[in-house]
């Protein structure tokens, strides 16, 4: 079946400091790749929309500057948040889907972010 | 851009009782999806087809029709807890624009 693995499951920095997650797809062609923030209390907000061999969508409050993305083949994804402050914290979710087959997304195991 | 509402926004049960979750969107569609996410964080799946059995959890439905989708837990476990979210699919650019979510706990 389809599966996504996420990493890492949980982390910590430093205010001011950057961090990385990434995403792995299993058993299916990730066309598109999707990132979310889970503020604590809140629901989950897009940050992203990232297609292969299209350019990243960035929703409104999201910039590429804050949240670089990369997504350079069909099984990988990742995600820099970069000079992580106090409101970067929470849970960041990636999610993946074949486009082509106009499948469901699979979602990841989430990386919770502590900023410290 | 289109919207998700959720209610309630949270819900206490005796384990045994059934409860209904309801979700409203600001466009007509089917394309929509529930997911249970357990304290911890991981979300998972509950349906991907209207009114088709989700995998994974046997006592639950999701009966969606226009502008409205509800999800009814059945037999209601201590297990169920969590919060449920319902997530409208924009088809046309494969972006999820999740609901508040529906925090449930469910006492032995």
């Known amino acids: 079946g389809a599966l996504v693995y996420q990493y890492p499951r949980r982390t910590i920095c430093k205010s001011g400091t950057s961090m990385r997650m990434e995403c792995q797809a299993v058993?299916?062609?990730?066309?598109?790749v999707a990132w979310y923030r889970q503020s604590p209390q809140k629901t989950f907000e897009l940050i992203a929309l990232?297609?292969?061999?299209?350019?990243?969508?960035?929703e409104q409050n999201f910039t590429q500057e804050k949240f670089p993305i990369s997504h350079p083949n069909l099984s990988f994804s990742s995600m820099t948040v970069l000079n992580a402050y106090l409101e970067d914290r929470g849970l960041y979710l990636c999610?993946?889907?074949?486009?082509?087959?106009?499948?469901?997304?699979?979602f990841g195991s989430g990386t919770r972010l502590l900023v410290i | 851009g289109q919207q998700v509402q959720q209610s309630p926004a949270s819900l206490v049960l005796q384990e045994g009782e059934n409860a209904e979750l309801q979700c409203s969107f600001s466009?007509?569609?089917?394309?929509v999806q529930w997911f249970y996410q357990r304290p911890g964080g991981r979300l998972i799946g509950l349906s991907y087809?209207?009114g088709m059995k989700p995998t994974g959890k046997q006592t639950s439905s999701t009966v969606t029709k226009g502008r409205h989708s509800s999800l009814t837990i059945s037999s209601s476990q201590t297990t169920d807890s969590g919060t449920y979210f319902c997530?409208?699919?924009?088809?046309?650019?494969?972006?999820?624009?999740f609901g508040g979510g529906t925090r449930l706990t469910v006492r032995p």
């Open positions: 997530v409208l699919n924009n088809n046309a650019g494969a972006k999820l624009t």
């Open positions: 058993g299916f062609q990730a066309t598109s």
């Open positions: 999610g993946a889907r074949d486009q082509t087959s106009n499948s469901d997304y699979t």
């Open positions: 466009i007509s569609t089917n394309q």
């Open positions: 990232s297609t292969v061999n299209s350019a990243i969508k960035y």
């Open positions: 087809i209207p």
